[in-house]
């Protein structure tokens, strides 16, 4: 189709905006402020960050993936903000360019903010994006690659007699922002959805174009819920009912469902909802299974913002990119010279429940794997820690899998809980000594220090609910994870969508990969996804540790453990 190559630029704009705006005198000492040196101790060396200061999507276009970041190039907080850009063509390995896109219009003098893109029917990449104009308000503007013949598009313009392309009339100029990539309907308008909000009620506002230029706001939005606020960095697109392959923006059909995901201004998670697109009303319901609120399905229930989906033509996938924000001080950022960093690019399609999505980092990402050790059929006793030995612990790619004996001493999980996976993490947290906290914990320590001073706990526990049926909840523990007092320590958690009553004998997986101050894990598959942001003291290169623990009342076994040393990337 037309628009069978999408480009979406990962959206991390306003997300800042509201919080900043009373202290604006601080970010203009800030936000120039240059440290003598950048401090690599906790720099990742797999995923994605600029070489220094604040950053926070990709495009396939003729064999190079692009991606346009928000980025300070003169300091490591939010502000002076442009589009940083830089290609790869394994999604893995980066070279820098020039940014594209600079503050520099009318339409844009305040500041060019987050967008995505679309490729039109000729072939050429069109980006929309949200721009502040001289009056303060947020408008859509377009902007076109200088040469199609430079195959790295190293030169935007955005064309006067257009822009804006899209103003707020009638709307709240300050909530109106983050332009979808576009999908094509069979009457032959392009559609296009702008985040907005209406008092509380968040709002996926549609709008339709023949010519991709003039646009008209529909009568009603695509679909908004109540009490939710403000809808940020919206995405819409399709998935298979049945398969793993990627779709094109515009398919729709009997054999797909839809996923509308929308970031929640007001708490800083990305939530999503799997469900149908009515194209004769354009309009989304969400099926039954999933909730339309703020405790609907998550991507990532830990340190995972603003994110963003690009199908990749190539390779007839959906990948999924988010923005991994800090989680020590905007004073510690300053001093470390750098702040941001983008989690690995996930696949991403529909679990054969038809409930929820499933993640799994690019198979690229195998590429760095280097030295591996295996632990296979080892018993763990209850209370038992075992060293992982022989890779390089601090830049590791983890797979476990945990076979589980009995599960009968797994305890009752009341109703109000299953709606709280994280407060269940946080109060029961990891210990090795009975809380009431069902079957476990048991899973791994990473960036641990020799004597477990420092560790930070993925792991999982088993409960029952009413009809006597098991709850996996997946946890990270962070309540030990550094000696510093200055950085956030919350525990994440999610549950587990798996049945372990189904096979001979249940079992539970999971992959961790750990580059320095990131840790992602990826519980049974992908169905369930934690993300953390790690600052230890001690655990640092050489003096991190990995260990397999369980404090589960009963033994478990190991059935199988491998673990690589993970090569450095070449990023900017």
Known sequence: MAASRFLLLLCYLL????????????????????????????????????????????????????????????????????????????????????????????????????????????????????????????????????????????????????????????????????????WLGKDGHWRVLVGNKRGKRGMALLYRSRDFVWWVKAKHPLHSSKDTGMWECPDFFPVLKKGQLGLDTSVNGLHVKHVLKVSLDDLKHDYYTVGTYLPYKDRYVPDNSSVDDGTSLRYDYGKFYASKTFFDGAKHRRILWGWMNESDSVNNDVAKGWSGVQAIPRTLWLDKSGKQLVQWPIVEIESLRGKKVDIIDKVLGSGSVVEVLGVTTAQADVEVTFELHSLDQADILDSMSLTQPQLVCSKLGCSNTKQGGGFGPFGLFVLASKDQEERTAVFFRIFKKAGNQHVVLMCSDHSRSSLKEDVDKTAYGGFVDVDLAHGPKPTLSLRTLIDHSVVESFGEGGKTCISSRIYPVKALGENAHLYAFNYAPAPITISKLSAWDMSTAKIN
Request: glycine share 6%; charged share 10%.
């Open 15 to 182: 997300v800042f905006l509201h919080g900043f705006a009373g202290a604006s005198h601080i970010l203009e000492e800030l936000n120039t402020m240059e440290p003598t040196y950048v401090n690599q101790q906790h720099r990742t060396t797999y995923h994605f960050q600029p070489p220094k200061n604040w950053m926070n999507g990709p495009m396939y276009y003729n064999g190079v993936y692009h991606l346009f970041y928000q980025y300070n190039p003169y300091g490591a907080v939010w502000g002076n903000i442009v589009w940083a850009h830089s290609v790869s063509t394994d999604l893995v390995n980066w070279q820098p360019l020039e940014p594209a896109i600079y503050p520099t219009a009318p339409f844009d003098i305040k500041g060019c903010w987050s967008g995505s893109a679309t490729i039109l029917p000729n072939h050429t990449p069109v980006i929309l994006y949200t721009g502040i104009d001289t009056q303060g308000r947020q408008v859509q503007n377009l902007a076109l690659p200088k040469n199609l013949s430079d195959p790295l598009l190293r030169q935007w313009v955005k064309p006067a007699q257009y822009n804006p392309i899209i103003v707020p009339n009638g709307l709240n100029a300050s909530s109106f922002r983050d332009p979808t990539s576009a």
